[in-house]
């Protein structure tokens, strides 16, 4: 015959919430762990240029042929259609694209001071706009 193993009563109440709190924690690590992985600031080269950015988002097309026509070398992640990228930006704690990572800072908040970091890291850059871009600004 088995012998039913009996728990006290403030044991079972607290049972349920402390499972519930080691799944949460859980969650959360695991997260943290993810976002930690993929952030390229852990293992971007000192002075190397990332850029977190989307297809569609004409300040990153403008920064990305600025850099393409200064013939500087740099990395791109679209954050809508890569898990890396998407994982980047969450790690950089950014709220807009693009983003630009230089060694192991991130600049945000605009193309000005993307393109200053960029100048301030060595590298001369000219701003480019390419016709596609000038042409959606243009009034109709």
């Not at 850099?67 to 809508?80: G, H, K, T, Y």
């Not at 200053?116 to 243009?138: H, L, T, W």
Request: charge should be positive; charged fraction near 20%; include cysteine.
């Amino acid at each position: 015959m088995k012998q039913k193993i009996s728990l006290p009563p403030l044991m079972r109440r607290l049972l349920w919430p402390l499972l519930i709190v080691l799944v949460f924690a859980g969650v959360l690590l695991q997260d943290r762990l993810q976002l930690w992985y993929y952030n390229p600031a852990r293992t971007n080269p000192d002075k190397a240029l990332l850029l977190l950015t989307t297809e569609w988002c004409p300040y990153c097309t403008i920064l990305r042929h600025s850099l393409q026509q200064s013939n500087i070398p740099f990395r791109e992640l679209d954050v809508e259609t890569s898990k890396e990228g998407r994982l980047a930006f969450r790690a950089s704690g950014a709220r807009g694209i693009p983003v630009t990572l230089i060694g192991q800072q991130y600049v945000s908040g605009g193309l000005a001071p993307q393109l200053k970091a960029i100048s301030d890291a060595g590298y001369p850059v000219v701003i480019s706009i390419p016709d596609e871009v000038r042409q959606r600004m243009q009034p109709h």
